[in-house]
């Protein structure tokens, strides 16, 4: 099977001032969209991925062959109702999913970039998409959403396009990457680096995969998208398989099992080159040293109305570094809602089951959909 | 239904103007104003859950701690703040009003009267503490740490200096105004005092 067959893709022809000073064009957006564009062209919402997120949101992601990664609050009568809303999804610029990414071949040198590709920014992600708008012929978005790194492009997104967007949801979030932020993604790439299949990124040239250290990476990120109460109770000291401890180094316990096969199936699926690239934009992201420290700067010209979310127990992203955000709003008297939803599943909670948020979501958009904002 | 309260406060407050209702609850008096008074308007509430039912209402609600959150909005942000029976249940009352009043041009203020003549009688002759339908719970587990009367609030005012601009008790769906020389009978048998204020 070809996997581009399953992967709709806009060549942006205009020239795209990356933010490391590289002037890219006429490189490949890959997107894929859900529900139908109605005729005033006013129910569309543009959907953010996070880290290791792509463009298929929902239904069975044609690659992985598994559920989207947002199922349960993006499809038919869902949170954002595909029945209702025209839902877009693009893979950011630096991943690995049809969009332009260090796996991709440099035209130049006609060998795939690895390293050589241009370090990417949350903005530069962000003015790339924005081209889908046009491509629809949308002059304004109903809303745009996303939780983590993708609400970081929520927040990016409005303040580079302050009326392109009715409506706004940054979700488990933050202004300005954290020093625990950037230290857990520098884990993550230094254990790919150490890889010695990674042979200086150069690994698909040599027909090499840097897996053990992409799946430890992911492990180590893993944990930090749960909680120490969620894990408590889901794996306790459980064992795997085996009625007492074996004195080795095998998973003894049902958590090292879980944080193996995570890492197992995550090198299936994703390119480590990009996880070096797209970690390193989030570390680079930082909107209130962009607005000279004041974070409200971000904000001023719009008209956008905002509703933040926050989860009890993300200590990744914690409900302060989100309320922030909604101070930086109040403080120049802009439309923002706020809350913090009660969940023990850790930053992941965005993406699982958690019925108060995706209640809360549901009817922040069904009703602002009905406004005359 | 309406609550007169409620009906009250927005008698208060002028069309198309701007206000910021502190500890909203489920969001009744924001729609009745927003309905109404066509006011642009912001609540603030500590409860999640009721924060949630005021987005599900559509209104414009964060979560948070009037003692805590006030400070984040820039003086003279709204042209008024609502402060519904819950100045009491602050650790520190005096500092919420003043806030109140920096945060918007002007405040309403309402307070369940403690100087009710069903509170005094019931502590005069049960010698515990009162128990009415507005102050219904044990003073083990009452909310309402700070109680205060009609002419506590009118002494308070001059104590802390800001200026009353309309002063009214509510008995049963009896309104009246509250002027110095009705003072000592409104505190007796008003339930409750609802005070427009402004620094």
């Known amino acids: 099977m070809n996997i581009k067959e399953n992967i709709k893709t806009l060549i942006i022809e205009k020239p795209l001032k990356l933010d490391c000073g590289q002037t890219i064009s006429n490189f490949p957006l890959a997107y894929e969209t859900y529900g139908t564009l109605n005729e005033n062209k006013d129910n569309a919402i543009l959907v953010c991925h996070a880290l290791t997120g792509d463009q298929f949101v929902t239904g069975i992601n044609p690659i992985t062959k598994k559920d989207g990664w947002w199922a349960y609050a993006v499809g038919p009568n869902k949170s954002i109702d595909t029945n209702k809303y025209f839902v877009i999804c693009a893979n950011v610029i630096g991943g690995c999913m049809g969009s332009f990414g260090p796996s991709h071949q440099n035209p130049k040198t006609k060998k795939i970039y690895g390293t050589e590709f241009p370090v990417i920014t949350i903005n530069d992600m962000v003015n790339a998409q924005v081209n889908l708008l046009d491509f629809f012929g949308i002059e304004k978005l109903f809303s745009v959403v996303g939780g983590s790194m993708g609400g970081m492009q929520v927040l990016q997104f409005v303040s580079n396009f302050p009326d392109k967007a009715k409506t706004a949801i940054p979700i488990a979030c933050t202004s300005s990457h954290s020093a625990q932020n950037i230290a857990f993604n520098e884990l993550g790439r230094q254990a790919i680096t150490a890889d010695h299949n990674w042979l200086d990124g150069n690994y698909t040239a040599k027909n090499s995969v840097p897996d053990k250290g992409l799946a430890v990476a992911r492990m180590a990120a893993h944990i930090t998208y749960l909680s120490k109460k969620g894990l408590q109770e889901k794996f306790g000291r459980k064992l795997q398989e085996r009625d007492d401890l074996k004195f080795g180094f095998d998973a003894d316990f049902q958590i090292e099992s879980y944080l193996r096969y995570q890492g197992s199936v995550f090198v299936d699926r994703f390119d480590a080159n990009s996880y070096l690239y797209i970690t390193r934009a989030m570390d680079y992201f930082d909107l209130v040293k962009q607005f000279n420290g004041n974070l409200s700067n971000a904000f001023k010209k719009t008209k956008t109305k905002f509703f933040v979310i926050s989860f009890t127990s993300d200590w990744l992203y914690p409900t302060q570094e989100n309320k922030e955000i909604v101070i930086a709003l109040n403080s120049i008297g802009a439309n923002v809602g706020f809350v913090e939803i009660e969940s023990d599943k850790g930053h992941d909670s965005f993406l699982l089951d958690v019925p108060d948020f995706l209640k809360t979501l549901k009817n922040f958009i069904d009703k602002s959909f009905k406004e005359k904002l | ?199």
């Open chain 2, 1 to 199: 239904m309406m609550k007169t309260e409620y009906k009250i406060i927005a008698s208060m407050i002028e069309n198309n103007s701007s206000v910021l209702d502190v500890g909203c609850d489920n969001g009744t008096l924001m729609e009745y104003l927003k309905v109404n008074k066509n006011t642009n308007i912001r609540g603030i509430e500590i409860s999640k859950e009721k924060v949630q039912t005021c987005i599900a209402k559509g209104l414009t609600v964060i979560e948070g701690n009037a003692e805590l959150d006030l400070k984040q909005f820039p003086n003279n942000s709204f042209d008024y703040v609502v402060l519904g029976q819950t100045l009491q249940a602050f650790i520190n009352p005096e500092l919420v009003i003043k806030e109140l009043l920096r945060v918007g041009k002007k405040a309403i203020v309402t307070i369940p009267n403690f100087g009710h003549w069903k509170v005094r009688l019931n502590l005069l002759t049960k010698g515990t503490m009162p128990i009415t339908n507005s102050l219904p719970h044990d003073w083990y587990n009452t909310p309402n740490i700070h109680m205060c009367t009609i002419k506590d609030f009118v002494k308070f005012s001059e104590i802390i200096g800001f200026k009353i601009f309309k002063s009214l008790a509510l008995k049963k769906k009896n309104i009246s105004n509250i002027n110095n020389s009705n003072l000592f009978f409104k505190n007796l048998f008003g339930e409750l005092g609802i005070f427009l204020i402004e620094k």
